[in-house]
């Protein structure tokens, strides 16, 4: 249980279904990471990511289903027990958070990002995107897509398919929004990894703007989290770990190859989530050297 009982659901924010086309060229997720970081690894040109993670080609998903709400998901109560209902809930809390935190800290106004939740395909503003792509953020939409089958992966990359690692995962798509408002989210480039890489930092970013979140989640009279345990952090860092380039990389039987980096290791992935969740300073999360937060 991460979300207060009897919460009556505010606003329809998730929706099924998507539309659109064109490349997934930035903005990548967590599950993105694991066809990159594969992709790579396996000695594939970086040049190629491209073709990859998306098409300038109009593409329709097959069997796509009309867009509609996710009419089961009415009560925190539902988010504790639905994976779907538990990303939108995560989805509000996040609205909630940023809202408040993103004019003050950095006096840019915050405007909500679209989500949705699918099933196998989908049609999005970056490209056709399946269950293999995993969660994923599209600036050319404003939305953040899931897949919820996406989280039983973790456990195969050894993180725990748990209710707080599903909400910071949630969270770090989120981050790529604020991103986007900030007019960062361009300068990821998969086809330029390596450890030092704007991918790299970028990645890092969301992963702090996820503590961010996690910082201020359980806080006020109106919060919809419970007080967040040390084992539900336990739960953020181990999927953190998990999308580790170096972690994800090792579990597929090859050596750790840096170069090849484009999301961070186990190690820098779980930092960032924890100093942006004992801050909640998004001055803590500056991977960009902007000095531009109060």
């Known amino acids: 249980m991460t979300f207060r009982g009897g919460i009556d659901k505010p606003e329809n924010l998730a929706r099924t279904g998507g539309g659109g086309g064109g490349r997934i060229a930035v903005g990548g997720g967590v599950g993105t990471l694991l066809l990159v970081g594969l992709f790579l690894l396996m000695g594939g040109d970086p040049s190629q990511l491209g073709g990859l993670i ?18 089961h998901c009415k009560t925190s109560d539902d988010a504790n027990r639905y994976a779907d209902c538990r990303v939108e809930f995560t989805g509000i809390s996040l609205n909630q958070v940023w809202n408040a935190q993103l004019p003050r800290q950095a006096d840019i106004p915050y405007t909500k990002p679209n989500l949705v939740v699918f099933n196998a395909q989908t049609s999005t503003g970056c490209g056709v995107a399946s269950s293999a792509t995993g969660p994923f953020y599209c600036p050319a939409d404003h939305t953040a897509y899931f897949d919820v089958s996406f989280f039983d992966s973790l456990e195969r990359y050894g993180g725990q398919n748990a209710p707080f690692a599903q909400e910071y995962i949630v969270a ?11 007019g960062t989210l361009g300068l990821s480039d998969y086809n330029d990894p390596g450890p030092d890489s704007m991918a790299v930092k970028i990645e890092l970013q969301a992963d702090c703007y996820a503590g961010i979140w996690g910082h201020f989640a359980d806080k006020g009279e109106d919060a919809f989290l419970e007080p967040i345990t040390q084992s539900q952090v336990e739960q953020a860092i181990d999927a953190a770990r998990a999308v580790g380039d170096d972690n994800i990389q090792q579990r597929a039987g090859r050596d750790v190859n840096p170069e090849s980096f484009t999301h961070g290791t186990s190690k820098q992935r779980q930092e960032a989530f924890l100093q942006g969740y004992r801050t909640g300073s998004m001055a803590s999360c500056d991977y960009l050297d902007r000095n531009a937060y109060s």
């Open 54 to 71: 998306g098409s300038d080609t109009q593409q329709q998903p097959q069997q796509q289903s009309a867009p509609g709400e996710l009419e």
């Open 172 to 182: 770090h798509e989120f981050g790529h929004h604020i991103q986007s408002l900030e």
